[in-house]
């Protein structure tokens, strides 16, 4: 009697198991788009630092978006158990955030800076930057990129939420779960690997050896290293795209009138077409989008500043 009790558990438990791994595997796919631009924002935000600070810096990351998707994943289930009027939005404050981010990037390289004093200068030009401010910088990094991931997180989650909705309760929190540990390992698994490449490069191309075969990995190993710095540059730019491509996405669904424009837009086109139509109008919302909230903040800035 026993036997067969236990026997039953462990096949209702390897049933379970089957159905969260199918369930994964949906939701996975469901949130490889967002996945992919998670993947640039977060090797453009770790870029630029040096290199024995590459590694600890993506570490520090990945820990924040592990912290992020441990909020994340109960407050979901909440929020849909009780207020699911509320994720939309949520998610559409956050997606004018990302749109406003990367707007303040594009505006920050294009309209003129004040110019440095003579002693900033002189100090920049010595390398006298103090560790404290080296310090205070990688801080504003890594503090930068886990609010970037924290939004790119809540589509992950809401989008898996969504595979999942109509299943019971134990398996949603096991698919979401299963999606937040994979998922974050796996980008940042993937982000470490592009800050290093460079220093997979040199290695390769610093190898000893005869023969044809050696000769073509240490001359692999030279095209790598010269390589780095434009990967480097195009996941900036990629990254910045993605910042009004995911925006623009979020904002787009949450707008009724724009959603069924869209709709309107690429009726009667599919595939690429349909992707590419649905892409540009993302990226135009995302762009419009952070240019109002830029200049919303700098306006509301500058009339605070006078009232002090």
Known sequence: MAGTSLLALIDDIASILDDVAAMSKVAAKKTASVLGDDLALNAQQVSGVKADRELPIVWAVAKGSLIN???LVP???LISAFAPWAITPLLMI??????????????HKLLPHKPESVAEKTEASAGEKSSADAAKTEKDKIKGAVRTDFILSAE???ISLGTVSSAAFIDQVMVMVTIAVVMTFG???LVAGIVKIDDAGLYLSQLRGEGAFMSVVRRSGATIVNAAPLLMKT???VGTFAMFLVGGSIIS???PFIHHLLADLTAGHQGWVNSLITGAADLLVGILVGAI???VVLVTSRLFNKKA
């Not at 981010?101 to 594009?106: R, S, W």
Request: glycine share 14%; with cysteine.
């Open 69 to 71: 998707k441990a909020i």
């Open 75 to 77: 407050l979901a289930l």
């Open 94 to 107: 956050g997606g004018a955030y990302l749109c406003y981010e990367g707007f303040e990037k594009i505006a």
């Open 156 to 158: 992950i989650i809401v």
């Open 187 to 189: 980008v940042y698994g």
């Open 235 to 237: 996941l900036s730019v």
């Open 253 to 255: 669904h949450g707008l």
């Open 293 to 295: 909230v830029l200049a």
